[in-house]
């Protein structure tokens, strides 16, 4: 469990990253770690791309349910029109941003604000998805969340893709991709025909 290295007074800010596989609760971490920073006072704000339409255009949702208002943003840079009085800033679906999200939320640290990013590690193919990597190299502090592949048990790192669509980006949820583990995610189409056993 992460626990914030220090709710007030500091002088520089840091960045913070969560990451992993679809369904592994990145979001529910993200919300978790902003609603905290709200009982301890703090100002925050949250942004997430406008590709991300899958629940709410203006909400951040996981897939329990759990929500806050967010910021949707078109580029990065609308980012510096709304940070100015927020302590603590908040970005979902950050794989779908470009590059220069990098050097924003590095210097949104450096301005002293608490800069905590979700987003996935991993696109359906199994390669570092848009500014993740990136962000994971210069990140204070990383988090990877797992969740649990269906057809072992064990942990999930990869998004299999279920469908035939070819593009890095098809939004979807359990229609379109599960959760699995290293294993089950080399060999492919072959366990879509095995009964799941959950
Ligand atoms: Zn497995």
């Known amino acids: 469990m992460f626990l914030e290295p220090r709710f007030g007074g500091q002088r520089s800010g840091w960045i913070e990253v969560v990451t992993g596989c679809m ?6 971490e993200l919300l978790r770690r ?3 920073s709200k009982i301890a006072g703090q100002s925050v704000i949250i942004f997430k791309p406008s590709s991300d339409t899958r629940y709410s255009q203006t909400d951040v949702v996981s897939h329990d349910d759990n929500s806050m208002d967010s910021i949707v943003l078109t580029q990065v840079s609308e980012i510096f029109n709304y940070q100015k009085d927020y ?5 979902d679906e950050a794989q779908f941003f470009d590059s220069t999200l990098v050097g924003t939320c590095e210097e949104l640290a450096l301005a002293g604000k608490r800069v905590i990013v979700a987003g996935l ?3 359906y193919k199994g390669l570092p998805f848009g500014p993740i990597p990136h962000l994971l190299a210069v990140a204070e502090y990383v988090t990877k969340v797992h969740a649990i592949c269906p057809h072992c048990g064990n942990l999930a790192t990869h998004s299999y893709r279920l469908s035939e669509d070819r593009e890095t980006i098809v939004l979807g949820e359990k229609d379109k991709y599960e959760p699995r583990c290293r294993k089950c995610y080399s060999m492919g189409n072959i ?3 095995r009964p799941k056993k959950i």
């Open 191 to 193: 366990l879509d025909l």
């Open 87 to 91: 302590e603590v800033i908040g970005i």
């Open 34 to 36: 902003i609603k905290r």
């Open 121 to 123: 590690d991993l696109d």
């Open 23 to 28: 369904f592994s609760g990145k979001t529910e």
